[in-house]
C-alpha cells in the first residue's frame, strides 16, 4: 500500500509541488536566518578565536566582552607571569584607531598591538605579504575585508601608505582575519607601535596572553590567576562564549532573530500543516473506501504518515540546498564572509520540520480514524 | 460445504442518534441473501436500504437483531478481525465508483490485492486480466479522469471481484450512469459476479435493472416488505428465476 500512498500524493502534482516548496521554503528561511544569527554572534568572538598562540586571556576583573577593555597596570603581566603553571605570558594592546588612505576614505578600525618580542597573536593565515614584517618601521598586516573597505576595488598591493592618528602605517601584509561583530578593517600591528597610533595613556595593556606549561590544566591555572592577581582569567573558549552571551543579553539581536525564527517556524507549521490536512481530507472519500475494502486504520495511518514524511524529507532536502547555495554564493563578500551553513542548526531544522510534518499528518489522521467506512455509501 | 444462504438478518433494528434526534433507520428487519443469487434491494430515498447494506457489510453495527454473513456474526469478531474478514470475503461496488485518481484502471482494480499484501507487480497483472475479461483491455494503464462513467465503473467491479469475495455489495451501481451503460454494467454483473459460491446484493432504485435480480426484497420504511420470489430451493443454485421476479414485483 505504499506503492498507494506515494501514488496518491503525487498524482495531484500541484499540491504535491506546493507542499515541498511550502516545507522547502521555510527549511530554508529556518536554516538560513539560525545559521547568520550564529554566525553573527560567532563574530563576537573572532579576535580571540583568531589568537591561536595562548590559551588564556587575562583581563581587568570587571570586564564581560572583547569590545570593553579597561586598561590594565604594566606590573600586571609580571604578576600573571609569577602565576605557578604560566609557560610564558605576553601583553596584547587593543584600541579603535581611524585609518585614512591618502586619497582621504577613512574608517575606524580594530587595532591589535602585538608583543614587540614574540608577535604572539599575529595572524597566522596570509594572503599576501608575511606576519614576520611585523618587525618592519611603521609596519600594520590589514585584513582583506578592511583593505577593499579603504581601498573599494583596488587589487590587493602591499607597501601602500595609511595614516593612523596622524602616523604613517604601511601595509606590509594582508590576512585573512575573521569578520568582526561589525565590519571595521582589523589591524595588527606590534604594541609599541599601536599605541603610538592611538596615543599614548599612563597606562596601555589591554590583555595579557597566556600559554600554560605543559600538562597544566587550562581551567585550574584560570583559578589560580584570578586568585594571586585579583584580574579576570578565561580560556580562550570561555571568553567567546562570554562575548556571545553578552550580545545576547545586552542587543536587540536574538529578539529580531528570534522573531524571524519563530515566524518561519510558526508560517511553515500553519502553512506546510494546513496544506497537507487539506489535501488528507480531499482524499477522505478514497481514504473511506480504502477502510470499507478493509484496510486497517493501522494501515491508513502508516501511508498517511508515509506521504508526510516523503514532502518533508523533499521539502527539507530541497529546502537545505538552497540554504547551502545562498551561503555558497554570499561567501565570498565582505560583509557576509564567514557566515556559513552550520550543521548543527540544519539537523535542528531537520527535527523542527519532521516534527511539523508529523504533526500535520497526525492531525490529517485523526480524521481519517474517526471517519465511518459507511460514509463511502452516501455519495 | 457452502451454505445455502450467505446472509441472514433477524430483528436488525438501526437507531441513529438519540434524543429527540433519533432516527429509527431500520425497524426489525428479516432478510436471507441466497448464494449463486442476485439480490436487489429496491424502494423510495431513506427507507433504510443503504443502512442495511451497512449492517450487512459489517460497516454500521446493528442496534438490536441478528445477523449472519457467510456464517459468522460480523460485529461480533473483535475490531481488526471485522476488518480482515471485510478484506477476505466482501467485495464493494460503490454508486460514485470511489477510484483513486491518481492511479490507473489496473492499479486500482489492484487495490484489494495490494491491502492483503500481494507483490504490486502480481495484482495490477491479475487486475489487467480481470479488466480485459471485462472488456477493459485497451484502457488498463488510464486514469479515472480519462474514463467514462462505464468504464470507471467497471474498474470498480474489478476491484470488488479481484480478490473472489463471497459476497459482493452494490451500492446504486447505475445510479450514475445512463440506460445503455447502466445496462451494460449490470449484464456484466450478472455475467462475472453471480456465481455458486458468491451472493451478490445490489442496493438500487433503478426499476430498469429488476429484470436481473434472482430475488427483489422490497424495503419501505426501515422494513422489507415483501420478497420475490420466495428463496430459492436449498442446494438448486442453478435456478435464475428473472421471470418469476419480475412478473411478481410489477404485479
Known sequence: MNFVALKMLTGDRAKYLGLIFTIAFCTFLLENQTSIFAGILKRTGSQIRDVTDAEIWVMDAKTEYFEQTKALKDTDLTRVRGVDGVQWAVKLYKGSPVARTLDGKFAVSFCLGLDDATLTGAPRKMLLGSWERLREPDAVVIDKAGYALLFPDEPLQLDRTLEVNDHRATIVGISDASAPFVSWPVMHTRYSQAVNFVGRERTQLSYVLVRPQPGVDVTELCRRIEAQTGLRARTSEQFQWDCVVYYLKHTGIPVNFGITIAIALIVGVVVAGQTFYIFTIENLKQFGALKAIGVTNWRITGMIVLQALTVGVFGFSVGSGLCALFFAITLNNPATRGLVLIWQNMMGVGVAILLVVILASLLSVRRVLVLEPAEVFRG | ?251
Do not use: W
Open chain 2, 1 to 251: 460445504m457452502i451454505s445455502e444462504i450467505a446472509v441472514q438478518c433477524r430483528g436488525v433494528q438501526k437507531e441513529f442518534g438519540n434524543g429527540a434526534g433519533k432516527v429509527l433507520a431500520l425497524r426489525g428487519v428479516d432478510l436471507d441473501v441466497h448464494y449463486g443469487a442476485m439480490t436487489l434491494l429496491v424502494g423510495p430515498s431513506g427507507c433504510g436500504k443503504t443502512t442495511l447494506l451497512s449492517v450487512i457489510a459489517g460497516l454500521l453495527n446493528t442496534t438490536a437483531g441478528e445477523v449472519k454473513v457467510l456464517g459468522e456474526q460480523i460485529e461480533r469478531l473483535p475490531g481488526r478481525q471485522q476488518i480482515l474478514f471485510r478484506r477476505k470475503n466482501l467485495g464493494f461496488v460503490f454508486q460514485q465508483y470511489n477510484l483513486l485518481p491518481a492511479l490507473t484502471a489496473a492499479e486500482n482494480g489492484a487495490v484489494p490485492l495490494l491491502a492483503a499484501g500481494v507483490p504490486r507487480r502480481e495484482a495490477v497483472k491479475e487486475a489487467e486480466r480481470l479488466l480485459t475479461t471485462l472488456g477493459m483491455g485497451n484502457r488498463l494503464n488510464a486514469l479515472p479522469k480519462k474514463l467514462s462513467g462505464g468504464e470507471q465503473q467497471r474498474v470498480a467491479l474489478t476491484r470488488a471481484l479481484i480478490h473472489k469475495p463471497r459476497l459482493l455489495v452494490c451500492d446504486e451501481p447505475t445510479a450514475a450512469l445512463d440506460a445503455d451503460t447502466g445496462h451494460a454494467v449490470m449484464e456484466l454483473l450478472a455475467a462475472e459476479a453471480v456465481r455458486p459460491e458468491r451472493a451478490v446484493i445490489v442496493v438500487t432504485h433503478d426499476s430498469r435493472i429488476f429484470s436481473f435480480a434472482d430475488s427483489i426484497a422490497r424495503m419501505d420504511d426501515g422494513r422489507i416488505l415483501s420478497v420475490a420470489p420466495e428463496p430459492l430451493a436449498q442446494g438448486n443454485h442453478d435456478f435464475v428465476p428473472h421471470e418469476r421476479v419480475r412478473e411478481e414485483v410489477f404485479a
